[in-house]
């Protein structure tokens, strides 16, 4: 007998059997009762005295903690000069210090069991390090080390900066990655603020010891970073920046130039049968208060309503936001993707949607910002914002269940009285000119 046919009868057996059994609403009497409990993990936010920001998810249930720090930089704080030097600076994390190799860096958080990572934004710089919870402490002194005595030798220099070329090698070869800078470079202009990149390709060669020790110098201090902790009691947290971070200058803090909204048309030609099209609106500034929770649910609107064509899209910033729609289509069937986008988004200023359509949205929004604070990535990155701003907010579900079909058509209706951005990338021959988006409006 074959074992798909031995695993087909047993399957019948079990099934047979379990028919016959006692019924799973039967209460044992010897079985205390249960009752299940949503878990809980509460963020709370405090600041040193010299001004570094503290932000800690209380244990609840990740079975690893992390540790990280979130410099208040970017590529939107980059000159002609020091461009790409964020993606450099993130590279750079836990390597050599002046006490220790990499290698012998690398052995310890081994033995600890630790994973690393970093990643650079256009707003942000972090690093961090995930270990099981009873080697926090361990896990500070690495991290403390490595931001507080970096080697930064040549030849570790020229490394990371190999890899930050193959990073840019595999930008430039993902559509997607090149639509959504294409976004920023037409609503905030080409390398400016939001609009800059954060692969500097042309000016990699030309970065140096000295311009990482320029990013150290002015980030690595209380004003310019913040400390977050994932599956991390607060007061652990406060142990460490007191145990390890005692000694950060206190520095001042980078102004941020605003972000000017602009809006217009940014194109990028490539060899490709596909035309990728970006149509967004911007809010006229930072997104706050009930327009941010709105602005959750329109974008899984514009996905239930777009279906497999296109894809919803939000892109907010402490200054600026932008809402849009996104698809990609054969090249002759450009003109037709880019109005459609249009026509989607204006549908939601012209009516109110139905209840129904509503309550998909609110669910979906809900379900989509559960699963970015369960994440690694959107933990950190929701623990930074609350560090910068000394304020947790715990309203997003009152605030995602609050919204009306009113709110939505308000949103819609201030997005459309902006300016357009429209992006393009591969065979853009029949996309049409941004002229041609006006008239529409």
């Given amino acids: 007998m074959s074992l798909s046919s031995v695993l087909r009868t047993t399957s019948k057996r079990a099934v047979r059997q379990v028919s016959t059994s006692a019924s799973l609403a039967e209460v044992f009497p010897s079985v205390p009762a249960g009752h299940a409990t949503p878990l809980k993990s509460e ?17 609840a249930y990740a079975t690893t903690s992390t540790l990280g720090v979130v410099f208040n930089t970017g590529a939107r704080h980059e000159s002609a000069k020091d461009a790409g030097i964020s993606l450099l600076a993130a590279k750079m994390a836990f390597r050599a210090t002046e006490a220790r190799s990499d290698l012998a860096v690398f052995r310890e958080i081994e033995a600890i069991g630790g994973s690393i990572s970093s990643a650079a934004g ?60 294409g976004v ?19 000016n990699l060669s030309k970065l140096n010891k000295k311009h990482l020790e320029a990013f150290y110098t002015e980030n690595v201090t209380a004003q310019n970073l913040v400390l977050v902790g994932r ?20 520095g001042t803090k980078t102004l941020t130039t605003p972000a000017v909204y602009v809006g217009g048309e940014h194109r990028t030609v490539a060899a490709s049968a596909h035309a990728y099209v970006a149509l967004g609106f ?5 997104l706050t208060g009930k327009d941010a929770h709105t602005a959750h649910v329109l974008e899984h609107l514009l996905n239930q309503r777009a279906g497999r064509a ?7 910033y402490s200054d600026a936001a932008l809402v849009g729609l996104s698809g990609v289509a054969k090249a002759g069937d450009a003109s037709a993707l880019t109005f459609n986008l249009l026509k989607e988004f204006q549908s939601f200023a012209q009516a109110p949607i139905s209840a129904a359509e509503l309550e998909g949205a609110k669910k979906a929004s809900g379900l989509c910002y559960s699963s970015l604070v369960e ?18 907010d715990s309203s997003i579900f009152q605030g995602l269940a609050a919204v009306s ?24 021959s029949a996309v049409p000119r941004y002229d041609d988006i006006l008239k529409k409006l």
């Fill in 310 to 316: 296109a894809t919803g899209f939000k892109a907010t």
């Fill in 43 to 59: 963020v709370t936010v405090t600041e040193t005295g010299k001004g570094l920001g503290l932000a800690s998810a209380s244990p």
């Fill in 231 to 250: 599956n991390i009691a607060h007061s652990t947290l406060t142990d460490v920046a007191n145990t390890y971070f005692s000694t950060l200058p206190t």
């Fill in 122 to 181: 256009r707003d942000f710089v972090q690093w961090n390090i995930t270990v099981a919870p009873e080697y926090v402490g361990d896990a500070a002194a690495i991290l403390a080390e490595s931001l507080f005595a970096p080697r930064h030798a040549d030849w570790d220099i020229n490394t990371q900066k190999d890899k930050v070329a193959v990073d840019i090698e595999l930008f430039h070869a993902n559509a997607v990655e090149l639509l959504a800078q």
């Fill in 282 to 286: 911007s809010a006229g500034g930072a």
């Fill in 184 to 202: 920023h470079a037409g609503a905030f202009y080409d390398n400016r603020t939001l609009g800059r990149s954060i692969y500097a390709k042309d």
């Fill in 375 to 392: 994440s690694k990535d959107g933990a950190l990155a929701e623990l930074a914002k609350a560090a910068k701003t000394q304020k947790a």
């Fill in 405 to 428: 079909s009113s709110d939505v058509q308000k949103l819609a209706e201030k997005l459309l009285a902006s300016k357009p951005v429209l992006a393009s990338v591969g065979d853009v």
